[in-house]
């Protein structure tokens, strides 16, 4: 019975600690048409504006391996896992914690489903930077990446399901 209480008690600590970083991340978010509007206002032409406003990255072609793919993104260590938290490959994660670390992610991803957030992006910062990316569809699966790094970590979504897509391209494209 104890053991009940206990669980109910974390799983709802953890929930509330789920929303109150949701609601800090929401609270910190500038769109690009607010930065574009502030270069406006200071003076730069709307492409002026428009280009300090975007990142500025590589075209990324071809991604060969997971190991490259960290290299691009400055991770020190990678992970593809699918919705139900099956590990399906890593870079730089001990095989022993692999099938952990992805259930816990999709875990993670499921509370911010079932609390009416959309979860295509998780970002985490404490000195240590990480984020989810939502993959695409293969057949009824959804795949997720999981980046992990320092200061170097790109932490631009758009860039990281990018390079993670290419990656994916290029491992169907040699299974074939």
Known sequence: MDYFLILTIA????????????????GLKRTSQEIISENRAEGFSDQAAEESSALRRPLIRRV??????????????????DHQGLAIESYNIAERDMARVAASMAELINIFRSLGFSAET????????????????????????????GAALNMNPDYAREVLQKYLESLIERRR
Not at 11 to 26: D, E, Q, V
Not at 122 to 144: A, F, Q, R
């Open 64 to 81: 060969n391996s997971l190991a490259e793919a960290a290299m691009i993104l400055g991770a020190s260590a990678l992970l593809i896992f």
């Open 11 to 26: 799983s709802i600590s953890f929930g509330l600690a789920a929303i109150a970083f949701i609601i800090a991340l929401k």
């Open 122 to 149: 998780v970002m985490l910062k404490n000195g240590v930077k990480s984020m989810i990316v939502e993959l695409e569809k293969v057949g009824d699966m959804t795949l997720y990446g999981l980046m992990t790094g």
